[in-house]
């Protein structure tokens, strides 16, 4: 099994642009996790969904963030227009569903996200 | 909302000594997750406890889940650097899958 999968690594652009970040998580597991870790605000939830519904945005900044989750294999989080504040290293996680609750989360190795 | 504690956010260890990171949480939890993230790498989970009281052991780790559920302990022997890392509990919101986790504890090693 390849694990989660995130790309690109490394996003460097400048403020006003526009950032895609992209996810595929393990086969098989039906929910994804979308994070943002900084050093001021540690581990925060962004977004997750369940079957590739978005179940709970709560966490989701602003409207410039939007996320996606188009069919299993696959999620997008964007940021349009991205700013300075938004620098941060981005996580995606999938996990499936059990019979006693929240299984363990698989985190893909991010995206480091620098915003000039 | 479920807050999930953890204390000392930072744990400077002598190479070969033991330490304990401890996690509380503001309800009780269905269960507790632990996770440790290498320095530049991404969060791996570790171990799950479920029951009231449970303790389980991986190698020199030993987690401990609370009798009342709201609280959880990790403790390391004999510390290595391959401890080195920040480590996170994470506790499940009661009426779905999200995880809330704590700020961690960020271990470095004195050789």
């Known amino acids: 099994d390849a694990g989660v999968i995130q790309s690109p690594r490394h996003e460097v652009t400048e403020m006003g642009q526009e950032v895609t970040l992209r996810c595929k998580p393990i086969?098989?597991?039906?929910?994804l996790f979308w994070y943002r870790q900084t050093m001021m605000r540690g581990l925060e939830l962004l977004i997750y969904?369940?079957?590739?519904?978005?179940?709970?945005d709560s966490g989701m900044p602003e409207d410039r963030f939007s996320a996606k989750m188009p069919n299993a294999s696959f999620s997008t989080l964007k940021i349009q227009p991205s700013e300075p504040r938004d620098s941060a290293v981005y996580f995606c996680?999938?996990?499936?569903?059990?019979?006693?609750?929240?299984?363990?989360?698989?985190f893909g190795p991010g995206t480091r996200l620098t915003v000039t | 909302g479920q807050q999930v504690m953890q204390i000392p956010q930072y744990q400077h260890v002598q190479e070969g000594e033991d330490f304990t990171t401890y996690c509380n949480s503001s309800t009780t939890l269905s269960n507790i997750q632990w996770y440790k993230q290498r320095p530049g790498g991404h969060p791996v989970f570790l171990i799950q406890?479920?029951?009231?009281?449970e303790v389980k052991k991986q190698k020199r780790l030993t987690f401990q889940f609370g009798e009342a559920k709201k609280n959880s302990s990790l403790h390391i022997t004999a510390t290595q650097t391959t401890d080195v890392g920040t480590y996170f509990c994470a506790g499940p919101n009661s009426n779905d899958y999200k995880l809330s986790f704590g700020a961690g504890t960020t271990v470095t090693v004195r050789a």
């Open positions: 996680a999938s996990s499936k569903t059990g019979l006693r609750g929240a299984y363990e989360q698989y």
């Open positions: 406890l479920v029951k009231s009281g």
């Open positions: 086969s098989g597991h039906d929910y």
């Open positions: 969904f369940n079957n590739n519904v978005p179940i709970d």
